[in-house]
T-cell receptor, first 119, second 114 residues
Framework: AQKITQTQPGMFVQEKEAVTLDCTYD???????LFWYKQPSSGEMIFLIY??????QNATEGRYSLNFQKARKSANLVISASQLGDSAMYFC????????????????FGKGTHLIIQP | EADIYQTPRYLVIGTGKKITLECSQT?????MYWYQQDPGMELHLIHY???????EKGDLSSESTVSRIRTEHFPLTLESARPSHTSQYLC?????????????FGPGTRLTVL
């Protein structure tokens, strides 16, 4: 089963509109972290926002916010007032099994959403 | 701002060649990772390291090997490149004591094997 599901392969959004990118996850671990990354056509991965499984409030970073619904296992990214420069691939990712000693296991990524902002 | 570097950015080589993809970071991070990403697809973890002299295989089986002789350096080697190795390779690092364990990525190396 997919651990991270992004159901929107592509989205077209008008500039200045808000956009929501969907992400659902699957884990039985009580401790996990959720991340969103942006990948422009140049290929680098840019960290946007993080949500911990025990965080009580939804994460926010500038124009980015994370709509975290733990019971539904969803972690949707909301971009307010979209800009042309927001056009890129967006990946949701999860890290499982964080304990006090730390761990070096990597992230599990979804297949991504290709967001295109239209003028 | 993350300071993690990868060279080369683009590499086109013939089948059978030995190649090394370089990754270095100046943040003093203990943990480093290599991911493989086919065009338009998700990233898959192929190697990671807890620190010097530590290397582990990731979720996706890979014919590549890695080494970690210095904290800041985590090169990936393919002994005999094949067309099936054509992909983008992304290096990342994170701080061991960071509660979020946020991974910061390099710009990637796009490898094409003819």
């Amino acid at each position: 089963a997919q651990k991270i599901t992004q159901t929107q392969p592509g989205m077209f959004v008008q500039e200045k509109e808000a956009v929501t990118l969907d992400c659902t996850y699957d884990t039985s671990d009580p401790s996990y972290g959720l991340f969103w990354y942006k990948q422009p056509s140049s290929g680098e991965m840019i960290f946007l926002i993080y949500q911990g499984s025990y965080d009580q409030q939804n994460a926010t970073e500038g124009r980015y916010s994370l709509n975290f619904q733990k019971a539904r296992k969803s972690a949707n990214l909301v971009i307010s007032a979209s800009q042309l420069g927001d056009s890129a691939m967006y990946f949701c990712a999860m890290r499982e099994g964080r304990n006090s000693g730390g761990g070096a296991d990597g992230l599990t990524f979804g297949k991504g959403t290709h967001l295109i902002i239209q003028p | 701002e993350a300071d993690i570097y990868q060279t080369p950015r683009y590499l086109v080589i013939g089948t059978g060649k030995k190649i090394t993809l370089e990754c270095s970071q100046t943040m003093g991070h203990d943990k480093m990772y290599w991911y493989q990403q086919d065009p338009g697809m998700e990233l898959h973890l192929i190697h990671y390291s807890y620190g010097v002299n530590s290397t582990e295989k990731g979720d996706l089986s890979s014919e590549s090997t890695v080494s970690r002789i210095r904290t800041e350096h985590f090169p990936l080697t393919l002994e005999s490149a094949r067309p099936s190795h054509t992909s983008q390779y992304l290096c990342a690092s994170s701080e061991f004591n960071d509660e979020k364990d946020t991974q910061y990525f390099g710009p990637g190396t796009r490898l094409t094997v003819l």
